[in-house]
């Protein structure tokens, strides 16, 4: 649960982004053939898990069975190593992905640690306090009464569980970091202009990963204006992996307000 | 506006055409091209970070600067007219505040001269009395009353040599009608709640336009004269440059100055105020207050009997080495005590408060200032600072020339731009803006901890988050209206 109202909608908001994105990229993974049938497995579950961290910040959140939740996610957990085992190395990510076993081991993490936050959320706030408007005075100071933005319970946790969710928290944000660099990255390929806008033939390489971009002479605008299929790719790589990012930090933030 | 600046970028970038494979189409150099930080496909030497940092702060600079300029240009004004309030307060109501100075014999006692302030505001309820501090000040007494506006008091200015009420006004604190009235249009243009969103986005850009200007000046590649060049203005030729050369000087000068103002602005803004309140708390730095509970054994105070008055109080807070101007408060409830504080605002040290007994006239708690977090001083200080009584005169010239720089720089940044303007095109245009697309220049190492940094900054200062994120929806919208264009003109 988190305090702040605004954080609440802003997580809320962030959640739901990613949990859209992960519905359309179900529904069109844009893989062919029998690895589509794993990646939008691993869409739906990030879908779900979107829906489950967005339940989680509000209060009325708490009203879900915490079990059935922790059972779910520590199933789907165990989803990623199994999709490698099953020889599913190639379960997303844009064209020239080399890292497929280091995205399993974060979704792995990623789904555990939601298997683990709703058990346990009610200890911790049971070891939390109701926090007030949080409205502070200066005195004598005209016109600077200020007036707090939270509110509501919050959080604490103690002992083992304190640690773990510290530790968490560190892993979290570095994979969030770690993401978000490859988001930027990823969207760094993408063209700012349509192809035929661009020289004769451009090449653009980061950190192995190359797309070139053919040369167009003359198209039709549909044609112009419709992204090629190597920045298509690179656009849906920026966004899966912008999205995982923003999974992360998210998922930080609550382990934050539970610490 | 700058935004719109749309169609001299493409043309520029057109100009460029393919021979700037690293600037591309976008403005934006290639990954990996050999303009970025990475390494390059010829495996050469890379110019470093700062080089690809570069383009960014300069379009974060320039349209921070375009768009969030208006509203510094207003509190710098504004700022600039509250300078001078506490001379122009003691012109208008020199006879509200001060009597010919006689001996402090004849002093009439301060219980008389709260009854002739009440006497003067008869459905008020007594808020506080600051008595003179002066042989030639008056005595305030400070009351809540019926319609006046909240946080505002009726203050009844009385002759502390015959106890006639000399006038009552309507003040805020301290402040008299004008001061108040020219504090509030810095503060919120009279504009209530709402306003104060003017003033905290003007706070919360100013720090990141200074900073970043910084960055771009001293940053700037110079061949001859470096250290003149970065310090001094540029006194002869025209145009942009020397422009530039005085925006930026003039920042520089004045860098520190701004970023205090900043500082203190956010400190008692709306919604970043409030954020950084409770990050004083956590830090165990927010401003103490006298305790007012009477200690156990003060059993008749607790119960009641009668009151030893206000000159007691005062004489004891004397006692307790308080000196200066004072503000005294009545008991807020029965049961606790008078307080009594300092309140010499050009002094940074003469903010001790005590605790008085109503019953007994004994000094039951004292908080000295110099005991005070050391958070909680900074924030006095530069509170006091911002205000500009901190040392008094020295400090409202030095407000003054802070507000003056700062319109001085706002107009030749505003100058800059239009001389910039594309001057050989048909029909008006604005002028050019730096090219889209420089993120491009930084790896994803770099971007991704910037984009955190810059998240949960914009957390906690909510005008300058929103503000930001808006500018990045739009600026992605245009980024996607400009390629549509570029198809359309593929196609043909």
């Known amino acids: ?259 | 506006m700058a935004l719109g600046d749309t169609a001299a970028e493409t043309a520029r970038h057109k100009e460029r055409g393919t021979a700037a494979a690293a600037d591309g189409p976008g403005g934006a150099a290639r990954p990996g091209t050999g303009t970025g930080p990475g390494p390059g496909p010829d495996g050469g030497a890379q110019p470093g970070l700062w080089a690809a940092v570069r383009p960014l702060m300069m379009r974060l600079h320039f349209y921070a600067g375009v768009l969030i300029g208006p509203f510094l240009l207003v509190a710098a004004a504004t700022g600039l007219l509250y300078t001078a309030s506490p001379q122009i307060e003691q012109i208008v109501y020199r006879h509200e505040l001060h009597v010919p100075a006689q001996s402090p014999s004849h002093l009439v006692p301060l219980a008389r001269q709260v009854a002739a302030g009440k006497a003067a505001v008869p459905h008020g309820t007594l808020q506080s009395v600051s008595p003179a501090a002066g042989p030639t000040d008056t005595t305030r007494v400070l009351f809540s009353a019926p319609g006046v506006p909240d946080g505002y008091s009726r203050t009844a200015f009385v002759d502390p040599y015959t106890g006639k009420v000399r006038g009552v006004l309507t003040t805020y604190g301290q402040w008299l009608p004008v001061r108040a009235w020219l504090d509030t249009l810095h503060r919120t243009l009279h504009l209530g709640t709402f306003g104060r969103n003017y003033s905290e986005l003007a706070a919360s850009w100013l720090w990141v336009e200074v900073l970043g200007g910084l960055a771009l000046w001293l940053g700037a590649r110079r061949r001859r004269d470096r250290l003149r060049q970065a310090v001094l203005p540029r006194l002869r030729g025209a145009g942009r440059r020397r422009a530039l050369s005085w925006h930026a000087v003039a920042g520089l000068w004045v860098s520190l100055g701004l970023l205090g103002l900043s500082a203190t602005g956010l400190t008692w803004s709306d919604h970043a105020g409030a954020n950084i309140s409770a990050f004083r708390a956590q830090l165990k730095g927010g401003t103490p207050s006298v305790s007012t509970t009477l200690p156990a054994g003060h059993g008749a105070s607790r119960t009641g009997g009668p009151s030893v008055g206000i000159d007691t109080v005062v004489a004891a807070a004397h006692r307790a080495g308080l000196s200066g101007v004072l503000d005294v408060t009545p008991p807020s409830a029965p049961g606790t005590a008078w307080t009594v504080q300092e309140n010499t605002r050009h002094w940074p040290e003469r903010q001790d408060s005590v605790a008085v007994d109503p019953r007994t006239g004994k000094v039951t708690a004292k908080l000295r200032f110099a005991d005070y977090p050391l958070l909680a001083k900074l924030t006095r200080w530069g509170i006091d600072a911002h205000m500009g009584l901190l040392f008094g005169l020295a400090n409202q010239i030095a407000l003054a020339l802070l507000a003056i720089s700062l319109i001085t720089m706002i107009v030749l940044g505003y100058r800059m731009w239009w001389l910039r303007r594309p001057t050989r095109s048909v029909g008006g245009s604005f002028g050019r803006a730096p090219a889209r697309g420089a993120w491009r220049r930084l790896p994803g190492r770099v971007l991704a901890p910037a984009a955190l940094f810059i998240a949960v900054l914009g957390y906690y200062l909510p005008l300058l988050g929103l503000p930001l994120l808006v500018f990045l929806a739009t600026d992605l919208a245009v980024g996607a209206l400009l390629r549509r264009r570029a198809a359309v003109e593929v196609a043909r």
């Open chain 1, 1 to 259: 649960v988190i305090a702040s109202h605004g954080l609440r909608w802003i997580l809320t908001a962030l959640f739901a982004a990613v949990t859209l994105l992960s519905v359309v990229r179900a529904v069109r993974p844009g893989i062919p053939g029998p690895p589509a049938a794993a990646a939008r497995i691993t869409h739906v579950l990030h879908a779900l898990m979107g829906v489950a961290m967005a339940v989680m910040a509000w209060p009325r959140g708490m009203d879900v069975p915490a079990v059935p939740q922790a059972v779910f996610f520590a199933l789907a957990a165990a989803w990623f190593p199994a999709s490698l085992v099953l020889g599913e190395r190639r379960t997303e990510g844009a064209p020239g992905e080399q890292h497929p076993r280091a995205h399993v081991v974060s979704h792995a993490l990623m789904m555990g640690a939601m298997a683990w936050m709703p058990l346990a959320m009610p200890e911790a706030m049971s070891g939390g306090h109701s926090s007030g408007s949080g409205a502070a005075a200066m005195p004598d100071m005209p016109g600077m009464s200020m007036s707090g933005s939270g509110g509501g319970m919050s959080m604490q946790l103690r002992g083992a569980d304190r640690t773990a969710a510290v530790v968490l928290l560190v892993v979290f944000v570095l994979l969030g970091l770690w993401w978000l660099s490859r988001a930027f990255d990823a969207g760094r390929l993408v063209p700012a202009a349509p192809a035929g806008a661009r020289g004769p033939a451009e090449a653009v390489a980061v950190g192995g990963s190359v797309a070139s971009v053919a040369p167009v002479a003359a198209r039709s605008l549909d044609e112009a204006a419709v992204r090629s299929p190597d920045e298509v790719a690179a656009v849906r790589g920026a966004l899966d992996a912008g999205c995982h990012g923003a999974m992360a930090l998210g998922m930080a933030v609550m382990l934050l307000a539970m610490v």
